[in-house]
Each structure stands twice: as C-alpha cells, then as structure tokens.
C-alpha cells in the first residue's frame, strides 16, 4: 500500500535554532518527492521538489534532502525563525497516471518560540 | 498575478442544500484539482481535470461533481450536502505533471 510517514507530528523549537523533519514512504514507481509549507488558515506553498536522481535541494533556509533506495527524505530547517511555525507537508508522486498520483503526508507541525 | 483564487472563504450549509465552491486561476495551467482537508488526515483528492473539458475522479468523489469548460475555472459542485462533507477544500492548479502545485487559500465548509 503506498503511504507517507512524517515525523515527528509536532515539534516545538526556539527561534534561532536548527531542526529537521523526516518522511518516509512506500510510493512505487516514485516519480517525485515534493515539501510543502503551509501556514493556519492558507493553503500549502512549495517549498522543493525533488524527481529521482537528486539526493539534496536548497530554498533560502530550507534544505531536503531524499534517499530513494531508504526511501527517506527529510527537511532541515537552519537558523529558525518565527515565521517558520506552520505545518510542514510532504508528498509523494508515483509514475501511474498522466497527472501522477500524489500521496500526502498528515504533516509535522512547528512551532517557533521566541 | 492573482494566482488561485476560490470563494467564498466559509459558508455554512444545511443538510441537503446544494452549492458550488468556485475556483479560478490566471497562471494559463492546465493541471486543476480539488482537494479537502480533515483533521490528523492528509489532503484528499476529490476530482481533478488535465485541460478544459477533461475531468476524472479521484480518491474520495462521492457526492461532489465537477466541470471545466475553461482553462482558468475549475469549479466544485455539492450535489446535497451531508454533514460528513464539514471540511476544508482546496483548490490548486500545476503546469505539468513534475511541476509544483498552486493552491489556492481554501474554503472552510460546515454543514449542520
């Protein structure tokens, strides 16, 4: 059954500090591996997309990075800050469809303290 | 660049009413899907569309219809609404099939 793991569910940090998020997934034949942030009461914003051969992907303070043979990606945070606190979402494509099945995560949620 | 637009933002809708969650994108993408949000769960795909005039189904279509005659509006159809339908919806909207997702700021639905 294809599934996506995240963990932790939640996690709370102090501003300034480092953290990473993990996702873990069954999704065969993988296609892409994408992370998504979403704040309360938006929808999600991409954050990376990763297809197959690329194993690290930088956005500013955001860097995944994916195992396809572990099949394993995390997502490290640098340097927190408080708009950082919002729901982290990682979804899976597979290579099924046209459009491509995405399998999503439930989400990590962060939140920075000051 | 208004990007995805959906409306209204809330409604609150009786036990077998009808209504329609409207969803626009002026990107030009011909990728659009429509997605709902419950608690502890992952987004749900409910229909999505691959140009003007094609739609298909997705993992939970039971109760919601769609069409698309345009490239810029997808909109959502609740044929009689139960209060299991209660959730967010999502609208987005993608280039292609690698490329990323749009969405748009969602609509918070209740049925009571």
């Known amino acids: 059954k294809n599934q996506v793991e995240q963990s932790p569910q939640s996690l709370i940090i102090l501003e300034g500090k480092n953290c990473t998020l993990q996702c873990n997934y069954t999704v065969s034949p993988f296609s892409n591996l994408r992370w998504y942030k979403q704040d309360t009461g938006r929808g999600p914003v991409s954050l990376t997309i990763?297809?197959?051969?690329?194993n690290t992907k930088s956005n500013g303070r955001y860097t995944a990075t994916l195992d396809a043979d572990t099949k394993q990606s995390s997502l490290h945070i640098t340097a927190s800050q408080l708009s950082d606190s919002a729901s982290y979402i990682c979804v899976v494509s597979d290579r099924g469809s046209t459009l491509g099945r995405l399998y999503f995560g439930r989400g990590t949620q962060l939140t920075v303290w000051p | 660049n208004a990007g995805v637009t959906q409306t209204p933002k809330f409604q609150v809708l009786k036990t077998g009413q009808s209504m329609t969650l409207q969803c626009a994108q002026d990107?030009?993408?011909?990728?659009m899907s429509w997605y709902r949000q419950d608690p502890g769960m992952g987004l749900r795909l409910i229909h999505y569309s691959v140009g003007a005039g094609i739609t298909d189904q997705g993992e939970v279509p039971n109760g919601y219809n769609v069409s698309r005659s345009t490239t810029e509006d997808f909109p959502l159809r609740l044929l009689s609404a139960a209060p299991s339908q209660t959730s967010v919806y999502f609208c987005?909207?993608?280039?292609?099939?690698?490329?990323?997702?749009?969405f748009g700021n969602g609509t918070r639905l209740t049925v009571t």
């Open positions: 990107m030009n993408h011909e990728y």
């Open positions: 990763m297809t197959f051969s690329e």
């Open positions: 987005a909207s993608s280039l292609g099939r690698v490329a990323p997702l749009h």
